[in-house]
């Protein structure tokens, strides 16, 4: 079953806004990861937090991890007009032999 | 220095035709994954590899089957296609432990008319 679900599913603002975006996931995990799809290409990662962190950071992106209630946000501040692509979140989804299980993604357009 | 690459980028067939789409990775990477993206984007694994070896196997039709030929190959073999089997395949490495991040092909478009 799908592990992942993230909030947004479609954000647009303007260059200079901050975006955040949230992801929800179901059963417990050793780690969550952000990815980016631009259109047409292949996934890359952003970040990843493990279960024992609260907060990571990376240049303008900001990821919290809530546990207890089974939530992350990524939040991408200063956006520009290349950060239009699509996001998704991935949890290991505990002890599953390493596969990750991805969210639908939220699509992110920022309008220059 | 392409890490994961992916042929073909696109891959047009007809209904009941087999065709068969090649990954490789240059990064030394023991892991290797098939991923399936629908037209809602959803991305569902399909395959996993570690060092030669299936070791996940989601519920897949068994018209698809992989093949990997030495570590830094996983091919993907797709008999008798479906019009639901449209869809971007895409191919992901990494290191191999359940906490590494996944480096991903740039994914190949299957259509099936």
């Known amino acids: 079953s799908q592990q992942g679900e993230e909030d947004p599913q479609a954000l647009s603002i303007q260059e200079g806004e901050n975006a955040t975006m949230n992801c929800s996931y179901k059963t417990s995990i050793n780690n969550l990861q952000w990815y980016r799809q631009n259109s047409g290409r292949g996934l890359v990662h952003l970040i990843l937090i493990r279960s024992n962190e609260r907060e990571k950071h990376s240049g303008r992106l900001r990821v919290t991890l809530d546990t207890s209630k089974k939530s992350s946000s990524l939040l991408i501040t200063a956006s520009r007009a290349a950060d239009t692509a699509s996001y998704f979140c991935a949890t290991d989804g505990g002890n599953q032999g390493g596969k990750l299980i991805f969210g639908q993604g939220t699509e992110l357009s920022v309008k220059p | 220095d392409t890490a994961v690459s992916q042929t073909p980028k696109y891959l047009v067939t007809q209904m009941g035709n087999d065709k068969s789409i090649k990954c490789e990775q240059n990064l030394g990477h023991d892991t290797m994954y098939w991923y399936k993206q629908d037209s809602k984007k959803f991305l569902k694994i399909m395959f996993s590899y570690n060092n030669k070896e299936l070791i996940i196997n989601e519920t897949v039709p068994n018209r698809f089957s992989p093949k990997s030929p030495d570590k830094a190959h996983l091919n993907l073999h797709i008999n008798s296609l479906e019009l639901g089997d449209s869809a971007v395949y895409f191919c992901?490495?990494?290191?191999?432990?359940?906490?590494?991040?996944?480096?991903f092909g740039p994914g190949t478009r299957l259509t099936v008319l």
């Open positions: 992901a490495s990494n290191p191999g432990g359940p906490t590494d991040t996944q480096y």
